[in-house]
């Protein structure tokens, strides 16, 4: 033991004489004694910010709620910020701990406003002490959005027999929000389109260009649009004039046009379609009215247009005709009854070769329609009948064609008869 304090005390001399313990111990003492005093002194220690950036944010705020516009430019709003706090709270505090935002609550009425700014402190020990500036001036107006249709503004002449036949933007409207002494001043949104001497579609894109209703730039800097770019598309065809054309037809014989009188509306139709195409178009067909289906003075029919891949009709709403056909009042129907050699003598048609024929019928009613004083100057034996035998119908009985040579008539009815061939 006394050997080992020995060595120890020689040690400790040792150290002693060449200083560097003491050393080491000063600089912990000293450093211990330093962080002591900054944590425990109470000086107070000032710092200012300058261009702290000023949050503005409207969503929830009073003046959302009264449906206002703050009428923002873009600009960077920024202020100055002093605070204070202790030496050892500034230390680790920094412009990112303060939050800067404006008093919204006065702004309930469209108007220019002071709004005072407000400065928040992350750290509650370090408290603001002066703003520069103190408020900040904004005007508010009320929020509006309308919808702007897009329309064309046409220059120059197309060339003659050339129409539009469509116009087509997209989108076909803009939607604009912003303050209502912007946007209430807005006039027309148009395109404009040069269709001197056009032949063929136009197409391209616009740039939306927003004027006042005094033809003066809309100052766009407080506005929000819907899109920037308009598509647009202008049809242009050739257009021409043709009739329409409306038969009348008795499907079991005769000819009734003498004492049937026909309206039909319209009469004639515009159609579109190349220059080249159209030339060899001089009406429109609508079909045949069947005459035997007309009972009564008077009766109307609906037509279809026809559809055509030369050409599409002006009119795009239209899909029919509506036609009129009246009976002359001195028409009238009547019943003839063929029996015995009436029936023999009925012409039979396409006899298939080597075969015989006859009508096995005994009888049959043949109802025609004429004039009144056709019927007064015919009578049965004018009347000529014949049987095709090429053309039976699904119960194998074949169909009677009339003949009443230089007067208009028309059947009723259609008449089959049984033939038998041997």
């Known amino acids: 033991m006394r050997k080992f304090l020995q060595k120890a005390a020689e040690l400790y001399s040792r150290a002693v004489r060449s200083n560097w313990l003491l050393a080491v111990i000063s600089v912990v003492l000293g450093t211990a004694m330093w962080i002591y005093m900054i944590n425990t002194s109470g000086t107070i220690r000032t710092t200012e910010y300058q261009k702290v950036p000023v949050k503005i944010e409207l969503a929830g705020t009073v003046p959302e709620r009264y449906g206002l516009y703050m009428m923002q430019d873009g600009t960077l709003h920024t202020v100055n910020v002093e605070v204070e706090g202790s030496r050892a709270k500034m230390m680790n505090f920094s412009r990112e701990d303060l939050t800067v935002s404006l008093d919204l609550s006065p702004v309930t009425t469209p108007g220019g406003y002071n709004l005072d700014v407000k400065v928040r402190s992350k750290d509650s020990d370090v408290t603001v002490v002066s703003v520069e500036p103190a408020t900040i001036y904004f005007e508010f107006d009320d929020l509006v959005t309308k919808a702007f249709p897009i329309k064309f503004n046409y220059t120059g002449t197309l060339t003659d027999g050339y129409v539009l036949t469509k116009e087509i933007a997209q989108p076909a409207e803009i939607e604009i929000s912003g303050p209502a002494s912007i946007v209430n001043t807005i ?81 004639s139709v515009m159609i579109q379609g ?86 096995t019928d005994t009888s049959f009613t043949l109802p025609i329609r004429s004039l009144n004083y056709v019927f007064d100057n015919i009578d049965i034996n004018d009347i000529s009948l014949s049987v095709d035998l090429s053309k039976p119908n699904a119960d194998g009985k074949y169909p009677i064609s009339v003949q009443i040579p230089g007067v208009p008539f028309g059947v009723m009815k259609q008449i089959y008869v049984s033939v038998e061939i041997n």
């Open 187 to 267: 006039g027309n949104i148009s395109i404009p389109v040069n269709i001197n001497g056009a032949k063929n579609p136009i197409s391209g894109t616009q740039i939306l260009n927003l004027q006042t209703t005094e033809n003066q730039t809309v100052e766009r800097t407080y506005l929000t649009v819907s899109a920037e770019e308009i598509q647009y598309e202008i049809g242009i065809a050739y257009q021409k004039t043709v009739p329409v054309e409306v038969l009348l037809a008795n499907r079991y014989g005769g000819d009734e046009s003498n004492y049937l009188i026909m309206q039909y509306t319209p009469e």
């Open 274 to 359: 190349s220059e080249k195409d159209l030339m060899g178009v001089n009406k429109i067909s609508i079909g045949e009215v069947p005459t035997e289906t007309i009972a009564g003075t008077k009766q109307t029919f609906s037509m279809a247009l026809p559809q055509n891949p030369l050409y599409t009709y002006a009119d795009t709403s239209l899909a029919e005709i509506a036609v009129e056909v009246s009976l002359d009042q001195n028409a009238s129907v009547r019943n003839y009854t063929f029996e015995g050699s009436y029936i023999s003598n009925i012409s039979l048609l396409n006899i298939p070769e080597g075969k015989t024929a006859r009508i």
